[in-house]
């Protein structure tokens, strides 16, 4: 899987590719389904598999507040790309002039102009373009008139929750994790680097590993103890979590604490 950061590279060596297009936060079952769609479509075509996301995520720049809390930072959603059968990513840079944009220039200049692409995958959501005034009907009826095909995927759903990114964030930060994984068809994970503590655990004979989460803007699940598998390196451990103030001696930001079972390392 190729990694791309500039359109004019991206037309070079994908012109007339199946496009899925999003911001894939979370990569949840939707997101997955929408990928699936555009892999069977390019194989049919015979052409390459092309996805298309924003980093940073659209939400930081425009200025949201609160600060949108994210599922899956860049380096992950790659990651997680990465395991399906598509032959590259465009990283479209998401600044300020970019969301200036009018939407049927976008869809001229990049689809139509720049990549030539044959058919375009979605969700029944999707927006973009300047004040996100771009949508499905939009891209369906510039493809009647360019010769590109759209593909609108409809709402998936498990019993009385919506697969969607809003409702996964809900759903952790209220503390339904087993719900948040069955949404998102994986246990949501944190990735981070153990950084020093007070020491207070060893003393305790219960040593912790001190999480400090790598990237920004990382949702947090509700506060809480949980039972976590732990992956250090090509090992993976049974352990137990605690999100919040340190439970045994107060207050202090928030910080996430592991005990790794059976483990000496």
């Known amino acids: 899987m190729t990694i791309l950061r500039s359109l004019d590279e991206a037309a070079v060596h994908f012109k007339r590719s199946v496009i899925a297009v999003g911001n894939f936060d979370g990569m949840h079952l939707g997101h997955q389904a929408i990928i699936g769609k555009a892999i069977n479509r390019a194989g049919i075509l015979k052409c390459p598999c092309l996805i298309i996301t924003f980093d940073p995520h659209p939400q930081h720049v425009i200025g949201r507040q609160p600060t949108l809390a994210i599922l899956t930072p860049i380096d992950e959603k790659i990651k997680l790309l990465s395991t399906y059968d598509i032959d590259a990513v465009l990283l479209i840079p998401f600044t300020l002039d970019f969301?200036?944009?009018?939407?049927?220039?976008?869809?001229?200049?990049?689809?139509?102009?720049?990549?030539?692409?044959?058919?375009?995958?979605?969700?029944?959501?999707?927006n973009f373009g300047r004040y996100g005034s771009g949508d499905v009907h939009l891209l369906e009826s510039m493809g009647a008139k360019y010769s590109f095909k759209t593909h609108i995927f409809p709402p998936l759903y498990d019993g009385e929750d919506t697969v969607n990114s809003s409702r996964i964030r809900g759903l952790l930060t209220s503390g339904h994790v087993k719900r948040a994984a069955r949404l998102l068809g994986y246990h949501y994970n944190i990735s981070g680097n153990v950084v020093s503590?007070?020491?207070?655990?060893?003393?305790?004979?219960?040593?912790?590993?001190?999480?400090?989460?790598?990237?920004?803007?990382?949702?947090?699940?509700?506060?809480?103890?949980?039972?976590?598998?732990?992956?250090?390196?090509?090992?993976?451990?049974?352990?137990?979590?605690?999100?919040?103030?340190?439970?045994?001696?107060?207050?202090?930001?928030?910080?996430?604490?592991?005990?790794?079972?059976?483990?000496?390392?």
């Open 197 to 265: 503590g007070t020491g207070r655990g060893t003393q305790l004979q219960f040593p912790t590993a001190n999480i400090e989460a790598k990237a920004p803007y990382l949702l947090i699940p509700k506060r809480g103890v949980y039972a976590v598998y732990v992956h250090i390196n090509e090992d993976v451990f049974q352990g137990v979590m605690n999100i919040g103030t340190r439970p045994t001696f107060g207050a202090g930001r928030v910080v996430y604490e592991v005990h790794i079972l059976d483990f000496d390392g």
């Open 99 to 126: 969301a200036q944009i009018e939407a049927k220039s976008f869809v001229e200049e990049v689809y139509v102009k720049k990549l030539c692409i044959q058919e375009i995958i979605v969700g029944g959501s999707h």
